[in-house]
Structure formats: structure tokens, C-alpha cells
């Protein structure tokens, strides 16, 4: 990360945080200048509910500066975080975006697919025949709007997905799989649905980001 953001990160007190066990390993990784039992730490994830996420900008109303952590490395994106920023802009306090990875966007870097017209489609359905009608969904929109197709699964089911995106698509789309980013076992490959069908991998429970283009 810039030294510009660890320094930032370094006058911070209170956070709000999607873990609050790596969150704690974060803060001490970049050397707070204070004790980690010193700082305030709120969770904020997928089961917080809704009434009480105003409730964690207390901080900001002291008069306090907030920081939020993600597990997803860009927070607010594809993460919970996004809704502490909706309640943030609602309030009026002002909200500075630092840069981190985000492996939505690496994976679209390193893909070599349109990096002029994407979208980012979250998860597909889990059931076998929904995902399949999702995925051609996607496919004529990508072939249509020449646009890349952004989409990530729960790691225990990468190879569901990826066998579906196999069965679904034509041969000649084009499909990035972008696995453990960042990590010394990254590996991001770009092949056409024939070349991937010829030696098709075994992903695991690795996360993964899946790109798509058929224009």
C-alpha cells in the first residue's frame, strides 16, 4: 500500500471493520503507532442489520475521523462497507476513498479483455439450471453491448461455476479466470471456451474472479 494510506491509517482511532480478527492483524502488519486494545473497532458484515449501521458513525458526530476496513481489500466494493458510506453521505460527513487492491479491477487489468465497457455481476444463482440461464444472459450482453462480464462465487463452488461456464457458452467467448490475486500463487488466464474445454483446470477453494466476453 502507498506510504501516503499507512500513514493516514496510522492517525486513525476507530474503525469499522467486516473481521475483527484480521482487521486486528492489519493494524498491527502497518505498526499503529498505539496500542491495538486502544482502538475502537465496530463490525459491520452481511448479518448487521440495517437499523443499527447508523449507529457506527458515533465516531464522525464526536467529531472523530472513521475508518473502514474490508476483507474484500477495496472497501465498498462488492462489500458491506457500502452501505456505512450511503449513511455517511446521508449524514454529510465527508468521505475520502484510500487506494487498496481491488481484485475486481487486477483481474480486469490482467485479463485482456474491454476495459472500456464492463460490469460487475456479483454472484450467480446457486442452482444448477438458473446459473446456466444466467450465464447465456450474460454471454448475449457481453456479445451485444461488447462488454466484459465481472462475476465471483463462494470458493466451494468455483468448479460448479466453472463447469457451467463451460457447458453454457459458446466456444468462441472468452473467459479470464483470475485466482488468488496478489498471493505467490496468483494465476490469471485468458482462453477461448474451445481452448479451456481441451485442459480444463481444477480451481478449488481458491477465491477466484471469473471475466466473460463474447463480443
Partial sequence: MPASVLERVRTLESFVVENEKSARAFLSAVEMPRPLQELSLATLDEHTPPNEISSLLKPLREGRSLGLLSEAGCPAIADPGAAL???AHREGFRVVPLIGPSSLILALMASGLEGQRFAFCGYLPREKADRAKRIRELEMR?????ETEIFIETPYRNDALFASLLESCSERTRLCVAVDLTLSSESIQ????????TA??????????FL????
Fill in 190 to 197: 485468458t482462453k477461448s471456451i474451445h481452448e479451456w474445454k
Fill in 85 to 87: 458510506i450511503e449513511a
Fill in 200 to 209: 480444463p483446470p481444477r480451481i478449488g477453494k481458491r477465491p477466484a474472479v
Fill in 212 to 215: 466473460l466476453y463474447a463480443g
Fill in 142 to 146: 457481453s456479445r451485444r453491448e461488447r
